[in-house]
């Protein structure tokens, strides 16, 4: 069974650029969150995505935006890009229910 | 405000014996909590979990206990073995506003365990 897919795997912008992070979720899964994870640290939830609506956002600024598809895939977008937003960004899928989110590989993203 | 804390930020063990990590946590509304296992450049794999109506949840070499009163709860591997080396986070969770769903995991910092030959 195909886990939780992340695209790209690395990338690197510049500051005050745009970014779209995608992820694809276990077959059946109706559920989405996006984690930002920084060195030294614990994910940081960011969104979440259920049956295509949004269920819960982080403390992060508005720069962040996220949607779900019909299909139940995820776009995780972030504007005007800052230095410090330089991380590892993790998709997790789950039923939604009180069961455990299983993680992407992340993408790693650099800004300089 | 940290709600979920790994207060040892790394432990070493010897194979075969047993490794004790920790987590203890602030918010009496969660119920829901999990555990870890982070390789470098991967995403986090789940390991176990526990229900807050529960005080114990085994599987393999994996046990997960939890202290509802002292808000805190551990994960035992026995016997440890070298590819157990990784870093490890506890995470905890509760049913969003709605009760319509749990989708926000509150994680600790991590704790790094190496398991010696």
């Known amino acids: 069974d195909a886990g939780v897919t992340q695209s790209p795997t690395h990338l690197i912008k510049t500051r005050g650029q745009q970014v779209t992070l995608r992820c694809s979720p276990i077959?059946?899964?109706?559920?989405v969150s996006w984690y930002q994870q920084v060195l030294g640290q614990g994910p940081q939830f960011i969104f979440q995505?259920?049956?295509?609506?949004?269920?819960g956002r982080g403390n992060f600024p508005d720069r962040f935006s996220a949607r779900q598809f019909p299909n139940y895939s995820s776009e995780l977008n972030v504007n005007a890009l800052l230095l410090g937003d330089s991380a590892l960004y993790l998709c997790a899928s789950s039923s939604g229910g009180p069961g455990p989110q299983y993680f992407g590989p992340g993408t790693r993203l650099l800004v300089l | 405000d940290q709600q979920v804390k790994q207060n040892s930020p790394s432990l070493s063990v010897q194979e075969g014996r047993i490794s004790i990590l920790n987590c203890d946590y602030t918010?009496?509304?969660?119920?829901?909590f999990l555990w870890y296992k982070k390789y470098p450049a991967e995403g986090p794999t789940f390991l176990i979990s526990i229900s807050s109506i529960k005080d114990k949840n085994e599987d393999g070499r994996f046990t997960v206990f939890l202290n509802k009163s002292a808000k805190h709860l551990s994960l035992h591997i026995v016997p440890s073995q070298p590819g157990d080396s990784a870093v490890y986070f506890c995470?905890?969770?509760?049913?969003?506003?709605?009760?319509?769903?749990?989708?926000?995991?509150?994680f600790g910092q991590g704790t790094i365990l190496t398991v010696h030959p």
């Open positions: 077959s059946g899964h109706k559920s």
């Open positions: 918010n009496s509304m969660f119920d829901y």
């Open positions: 995505y259920y049956e295509k609506e949004e269920r």
């Open positions: 995470a905890a969770s509760e049913a969003n506003a709605g009760g319509t769903s749990y989708g926000k995991l509150t």
